[in-house]
């Protein structure tokens, strides 16, 4: 299995473009979405991640415009957004669909520099959308990065990742944390990043392509839990966080805690928050050691923090299923692949393989068709490469 060829989608989006609103050329944008190699569900938890910047992302033709008008365009979805300005409150509106994550963006833009000036866009991506390969975050943070350059108001990249992140949860609504649009905003070929999410803090981290490749499964089943799954855990964890400070220390995060600090809490504890909670806790440990693996090139040892990461996700959070336990089981049960996990929130969409070098396309057979004997379905496959940051086409 190679990489795909390099994208048509600059070409696309600016021919759409010139159809759809004709005038000045526009200019041409990218940001990658992610995979998070390890650090499942701590993020909102105030814990260390480890996600990847990969070659995928989203794309998008953008000019402003000085009536304060937004017209939206994406050659993914059908729905067409033409909205004046005035009428953008604190809130999206569920007939904006897919465009709230933009217009969240403006409307933070806004709030953080006073430009009132609207746009016209068009967006595209080559990520598989509702997979857990984040391409939420990449819409956010492509539209941040192309308003900062067009008004020139130079704002650093953790700003704009912040700006990304207060589209998703104030004006959309999710709960998240920031991982997602700082591994967008923050991300360099040939390294990962670990986030430490309680500063926000970071670093990059080497990765060497030539040592293994990234396959992303696709299970193809929707995330349709994802949501209000993600959402019970978030609280779920803060319950946990409370009762840790009312037994134990008072940290302010439920990561800084010690296994040996939970286990003295447990008996205040319902089973299911104990549970959350270790896995948060012992997360915190995979995502150390992955990183010590990592810096001194050790592949096999990377990949198992992923084994152990899912099984964790697996029992202690209860976030994987049927199809994504299957498909990296079945990975792991070939020669060639050092681990495997889901990626993303869970519940469905993705799972990620660390495969020996050249050797995925023979990984992708033997999986598809343990896969498809399952569950009558033939799953998808991406060989992903660590990606640039986002920024401007030339």
Not at 220 to 233: D, I, V
Request: proline share 4%; net charge neutral.
């Amino acid at each position: 299995m190679t990489a795909p060829p390099p994208s048509r989608l600059p070409a696309a989006v600016a021919e759409r473009f010139a159809r759809e609103f004709g005038g000045a050329a526009p200019r041409l944008f990218f940001a990658p979405g992610r995979i998070n190699l390890v650090g499942a569900h701590l993020d909102y938890n105030g814990g260390d991640v480890l996600p990847m910047a990969v070659d995928r992302g989203i794309f998008a033709a953008v000019r402003l415009r000085a009536d304060g008008r937004l017209r939206l365009r994406s050659l993914d979805q059908e729905l067409a957004i033409d909205v004046d300005a005035a009428a953008i409150g604190r809130r999206t509106r569920p007939e904006w669909g897919w465009a709230g994550y933009p217009l969240g963006v403006w409307h933070a833009f806004l709030q953080r520099t006073g430009a009132t000036a609207g746009f016209d866009a068009v967006f595209a991506g080559d990520l598989p959308m509702a997979s857990g390969l984040s391409s939420s975050a990449a819409i956010e943070v492509v539209t941040a990065i192309a308003l900062d350059t067009l008004h020139g108001t130079r704002l650093d990249r953790q700003q704009l990742a912040l700006l990304a992140h207060r589209a998703e949860t104030g004006f959309v609504g999710v709960r998240c944390g920031i991982m997602d649009q700082f591994a967008s905003a923050l991300g360099r070929a040939g390294q990962v990043l670990l986030l430490r999410c309680a500063g926000p803090r970071w670093e990059h981290v080497p990765f060497d392509p030539s040592a293994c490749e990234v396959l992303v499964m696709d299970t193809r089943k929707p995330r349709l839990l994802a949501k209000s799954g993600f959402n019970e855990r978030v609280a779920q964890c803060a319950t946990a966080h409370e009762l840790l400070r009312a037994h134990g220390r008072d940290l302010p995060h439920l990561a800084a805690y010690s296994l040996d600090e939970l286990e003295r809490c447990r008996e205040v504890m319902e089973d299911v928050l104990f549970r959350r909670a270790r896995h948060v806790v012992t997360e915190m440990a995979r995502t150390a050691l992955a990183v010590a693996a990592l810096r001194r090139h050790d592949y096999a040892a990377l990949g198992a923090q992923l084994d152990a990461s899912h099984r964790s996700t697996a029992a202690d959070f209860e976030v994987s299923c049927d199809e994504l336990d299957v498909v990296t089981d079945a990975a792991r049960g070939c020669d060639e692949v050092f681990g495997a996990r889901l990626t993303g929130a869970g519940f469905g969409g993705c799972a990620i393989a660390l495969v020996r070098q050249g050797a995925s396309a023979a990984v992708a057979a033997r999986v598809g068709a343990a896969f498809a004997a399952r569950f009558g379905v033939q799953p998808g496959f991406d060989l992903l490469r660590v990606g640039n940051g986002p920024g401007e086409l030339g």
